[in-house]
């Protein structure tokens, strides 16, 4: 004869539920700060493939770290403006674990961290397939995770908790527009105590100095220089025939002009590939009336 012990599950009752989520809304913002701390730490974990580097960063450079979770934070708050409060916490933290893992990922094969640029070539995903990226199998884990989590928010957008009381229409939306406006002040404090930079000479070393949250943060803000205001095609023009009436010949100190573009190659220094005509007449053409060669860079952006 065998004894089945049956395990009681556990019965929560309606009062005590009911004491729980009053508590946890009373106290929503000390939990939001805890929650963005919580996943600050995880993404730095996730993109420095070591707990031990998460944890120097976090001890080396603990304000930098602070104001990375408070970015978290603010992004948390957006929640106070809807009834469905669980599923937003849930969304807004899978969106940034999302961001470190793809960070984390692409750390893994390359120097250049994850930034606001590199979302622009999505449509060359399905090209990349079976390379170093990422093999085919693995982009179908990626899709079949994705489109879960996301079955998974609208779940618990429609029948997940909603917050029953008083959502203070005219204070709560100026207590999240608060939070959004402190971060351009925050950011301009902590740049000017250089606790941050607000430009990467070395865009992996700054990621790693202050945090994959801000570096993607300024990669989405700051992406490159705009348009002066009096730019023309007159203005051009004429900034064009001003130099030329300044061109002065210098055979001691002759003008130099250097472009640095990391995407162009001499194909013909390719071992493995024959032409039948050369593939860059105009740059061997300059390259033989001018004077040319090769340059060593002692340095790579690489630790």
């Not at 999505?122 to 093999?135: A, E, G, K």
């Not at 055979?251 to 024959?274: A, G, Q, R, W, Y």
Request: glycine fraction near 6%; proline fraction near 4%; aromatic fraction near 14%.
């Amino acid at each position: 004869m065998k004894l089945i012990h049956h395990i009681p599950k556990p019965n929560i009752s309606p009062e005590k539920k009911e004491q729980i989520i009053t508590l946890f809304n009373r106290y929503s913002l000390l939990a939001h700060a805890l929650l963005s701390m919580l996943l600050c730490f995880a993404i730095e974990v996730i993109s420095r493939h070591s707990i031990g580097k998460a944890f120097e960063f976090l001890s080396g450079h603990t304000l930098a770290f602070a104001y990375n979770s408070f970015i978290v934070f603010a992004s948390l708050a957006l929640v106070y403006l809807i009834r469905q409060r669980a599923f937003g916490r849930i969304f807004i933290s899978g969106f940034w674990l999302f961001l470190g893992t793809i960070n984390g990922c692409i750390l893994s094969n390359r120097v250049t961290p994850f930034g606001y640029t590199d979302l622009k070539c999505i449509s060359d995903l399905l090209s990349m397939q079976n390379t170093n990226y990422f093999t085919a199998g693995e982009a179908t884990l990626v899709v079949c995770i994705v489109g879960l989590f996301l079955a998974f928010c609208i779940y618990m957008f429609f029948k997940g908790p909603k917050f029953q009381g008083d959502r203070r229409k005219f204070l709560t939306p100026c207590m999240v527009g608060l939070c959004f406006l402190m971060l351009p002040i925050t950011t301009q404090a902590a740049q000017n105590s250089n606790i941050l930079a607000s430009y990467f000479a070395n865009i992996a070393q700054g990621y790693e100095n202050y945090g994959f949250i801000y570096g993607f943060s300024t990669s989405v803000v700051d992406r490159g220089m705009s348009k002066p205001d009096n730019y023309s095609k007159e203005t051009v023009d004429l900034a064009k025939d001003q130099s030329k009436k300044a061109a002065t010949v210098n055979k001691e100190h002759p003008n130099i002009i250097v472009v640095l573009l990391e995407s162009f190659i001499d194909p013909t220094d390719v071992n493995f590939l024959n032409f039948s005509k050369d593939p860059i007449p105009a740059f061997r053409s300059l390259t033989e009336q001018y004077s040319s060669g090769y340059l060593t860079v002692p340095e790579v952006e690489a630790q």
